[in-house]
């Protein structure tokens, strides 16, 4: 199966912007809708943002109007930008397709934590 690599990640200030990467060993965007989720400690793994073969996005509610994401189908990479972090947004970040099933695997994820 293709592998996913997230990277991007660190620690920022309430307020600041990181920018997430998701680069993938084959092309499959073209393919398949890719996601953004995340898990915070304690808390189950969410959808964070979505991007359709077409490039058509939806976002968490929680989200929407500080993250974008977009895709480079040549470069085979998913991106989100995150802006206006909070804390509550501190968590790993992972990218995998969407929708996932229970036999989906996940990777390492990159870890985002947003300081007051």
């Known amino acids: 199966q293709v592998q996913l690599v997230e990277s991007g990640g660190g620690l920022v200030q309430a307020g600041g912007s990181l920018r997430l990467s998701c680069a993938a060993s084959g092309s499959i965007f073209s393919t398949y809708a890719m996601a953004w989720y995340r898990q915070a400690p304690g808390k189950q793994r969410e959808l964070v943002a979505r991007?359709?073969?077409?490039?058509?996005?939806n976002y968490a509610d929680s989200v929407k109007g500080r993250f974008t994401i977009s895709k480079d189908n040549a470069k085979n990479t998913v991106y989100l930008q995150m802006n206006s972090l909070k804390p509550e947004d501190t968590a790993v970040y992972y990218c995998?397709?969407?929708?996932?099933?229970?036999?989906?695997?996940w990777g390492q994820g990159t870890q985002v934590t947003v300081s007051s």
């Open positions: 995998n397709k969407y929708p996932t099933y229970w036999y989906n695997n």
């Open positions: 991007i359709s073969t077409n490039s058509n996005t």
